[in-house]
Antibody
Framework: EGQLVESGGGLVEPGGSLRLSCAAS????????MSWVRQAPGKGLEWVGR??????????DYAAPVKGRFTISRDDSKNMLYLQMNSLKTEDTAVYYC??????WGQGTLVTVSS | SYELTQPPSVSVSPGQTARITCSGD??????VYWYQQKPGQAPLVVIY???ERPSGIPERFSGSTSGTTVTLTISGVQAEDEADYYC???????????FGSGTKVTVL
């Protein structure tokens, strides 16, 4: 059925960087389009970005608020998805979820941007 | 930017039917997914590709479409259905995903 486990969240100062990881298991990761979705405290869901499977070019798309600051990548040999976040802002504070096929979600990892 | 519009809240008595709408210009040409989220939990898909129900999701959850509006229907609502519900779809260029603002379902 598949499992996704995020890691790498924590407290970071504004302007700092953080790299989130998502470990996938139980499905054919290399065939999956993967996304990151976030949820600020007490707020709704917000799509962050996605990466196509390498067979489809491995291209990425990003939401406007993070474009140019965040980078999504994948390592199919390790069944891993990554989110590199640079130039972090206080408004990036949120739980970040890894999602496959828009159906299976991880439990999320909390990122807090604060001085 | 593309937006999906949901009502902020829906209240329903146990055993009655709850209907949650989601409106967007591109919906006639893009699939919609519906997610249930309870406090402190990750979202759970209850409907995918407009009207498909994943295994393990009760039959009382159903999805339908009509033009630029899609509807999640919960028939015979139970107390455990109290949660936030989000619709999700894609813009007309298939370049980005978007979520509705969410609907809080309260079971009276």
């Amino acid at each position: 059925e598949g499992q996704l486990v995020e890691s790498g969240g924590g407290l970071v100062e504004p302007g700092g960087s953080l790299r989130l990881s998502c470990a996938a298991s139980g499905f054919t990761f290399r065939n999956a389009r993967m996304s990151w979705v976030r949820q600020a405290p007490g707020k709704g869901l917000e799509w962050v970005g996605r990466i196509q499977r390498n067979g489809d070019g491995g291209t990425t798309d990003y939401a406007a608020p993070v474009k140019g600051r965040f980078t999504i990548s994948r390592d199919d040999s390790k069944n891993m998805l990554y989110l590199q976040m640079n130039s972090l802002k206080t408004e990036d504070t949120a739980v970040y979820y890894c999602v496959t096929g828009l159906i299976k979600w991880g439990q999320g990892t909390l990122v807090t941007v604060s001085s | 930017s593309y937006e999906l519009t949901q009502p902020p809240s829906v209240s329903v008595s146990p055993g009655q039917t709850a209907r949650i709408t989601c409106s967007g210009d591109a919906l006639p040409n893009q699939y919609v997914y519906w997610y249930q989220q309870k406090p402190g939990q990750a979202p759970l898909v209850v409907i995918y590709k407009d009207s498909e129900r994943p295994s393990g999701i009760p039959e009382r959850f159903s999805g339908s479409t009509s033009g630029t509006t899609v509807t999640l229907t919960i028939s015979g609502v139970q107390a455990e259905d109290e949660a936030d519900y989000y619709c999700q779809s894609t813009d007309s260029n298939d370049s980005s995903y978007v979520f509705g603002s969410g609907t809080k379902v309260t079971v009276l």
